[in-house]
């Protein structure tokens, strides 16, 4: 069982990157599915949850300019980033789980230029 995070690069603040985390091993649709970051020096916080019926939850650092989403037929999650800020500078991580946050990718760098 595996999840797979991808779509991380370097854009200048204001832009825009979209993450995905695909799922594989078995079927993550039961699964709450969320992202996470972490920066250089400090600890791995939470972004944004989506879970199995596909309500959204958001840390108030990114709600209005993140968007989370799934495709449970593709057995994947997404992450799209608009308005990036330097501060958005981090390696992004997703998890999956029915009651815990029981799986994780491997991150994806994510960084911001001012």
């Known amino acids: 069982v595996q999840l797979q995070a991808s779509g991380g690069g370097l854009v200048q603040a204001g832009g825009s990157l979209r993450l995905s985390c695909a799922g594989s091993?078995?079927?993550?649709?039961?699964?709450?599915m969320g992202w996470f970051r972490q920066a250089p020096g400090q600890e791995r916080m939470f972004v944004a949850r989506?879970?199995?019926?596909?309500?959204?939850t958001y840390a108030d650092s990114v709600r209005g300019r993140f968007t989370i989403s799934r495709d449970n037929a593709k057995n994947t999650m997404y992450l799209q980033m608009n308005g990036l800020k330097p501060e958005d500078t981090a390696v992004y991580y997703c998890?999956?789980?029915?009651?815990?946050?029981?799986?994780w990718g491997q991150g994806t760098q994510v960084t911001v230029s001012s």
């Open positions: 989506i879970s199995s019926g596909g309500r959204m």
């Open positions: 091993g078995r079927t993550f649709s039961s699964d709450a």
């Open positions: 998890a999956a789980g029915l009651n815990n946050w029981d799986y």
